[in-house]
């Protein structure tokens, strides 16, 4: 699961841009992280078409990118029709709130502790772990937020390689998402195909919280280091 908050300016809270870091590389460090499979892989993710249904034809079948351009012809929500409408979950970010940017990991000794926690519930050896902690400060970020929020770009760098994707978000005015549910009871996102770091396939649905405010994106239907959703 990943979470991408920012102030009303639109800056991310726990970022620092990366022009102010010099990077270097690191080949030893980088080839034990690729000999031992740590995440992530070189292999960008790729921008896939949902497949039909089992039964359907091409005819009645609208991919996700033809999905999403219908819906960037509705009109773009104000401040005011936001405070006006109470919902849980939207597609559209504040309208003052932008992600886009070049981000640095802020890898102090509590994430860095609690990277190790990750790393080692995964099945990583000591060794292993201690050249991943090492190196995970140098992971950069690049991010692009375009359609109104509804798209978020995202290329992430460490020394093993890079990770592209591209994350569609979906919520009201798509369809209504009150605070009335009931116990237990869930909203159904719309869900595009996208590559993990490791090249799996899994499905990836998205949306704003916080009246626009907070980027929340979840990958679901992986299979490695035991498998579930993130």
């Not at 991310?12 to 460090?29: H, K, N, P, Q």
């Not at 960037?72 to 936001?82: F, I, N, R």
């Not at 992600?99 to 190790?116: Q, T």
């Not at 916080?210 to 993130?230: A, M, P, Q, V």
Request: aromatic share 8%; net charge negative.
């Amino acid at each position: 699961r990943e979470k991408s908050t920012s102030d009303s300016q639109g800056h991310e809270l726990s970022s620092e841009r990366a022009g102010e870091i010099t990077l270097t590389t690191s080949t030893v460090g980088a080839e034990l992280l690729k000999e031992r499979d740590v995440p992530l892989s070189e292999e960008p993710s790729e921008k896939l078409e949902k497949k039909p249904a089992d039964g359907s034809s091409d005819a009645d079948t609208t991919t996700a990118t033809e999905t999403l351009a219908l819906r960037l012809d509705q009109p773009s929500l104000t401040e005011e029709e936001m405070d006006f409408h109470a919902h849980e979950r939207w597609a559209l970010s504040d309208p003052k709130v932008d992600l886009s940017g070049s981000w640095v990991l802020v890898a102090d000794e509590a994430f860095k502790a609690e990277y190790d926690i990750y790393l080692k519930n995964l099945g990583f050896n000591r060794f292993t772990r201690g050249v991943a902690v090492s190196l995970i400060a140098r992971t950069t970020e690049v991010t692009r937020q375009s359609e109104r929020g509804r798209s978020l770009y995202l290329c992430g760098t460490n020394p093993k390689g890079s990770w592209e994707r591209t994350i569609v978000a979906s919520g009201y005015p798509d369809f209504e998402t009150q605070s009335d549910r009931t116990a237990g009871e869930d909203y159904f996102h719309q869900s595009h195909s996208i590559k993990t770091a490791e090249a799996e396939d899994v499905e990836a649905e998205a949306w704003w919280e916080e009246r626009g405010t907070i980027h929340i994106s979840w990958l679901r239907g992986g299979t490695k280091y035991g498998g579930g959703d993130f």
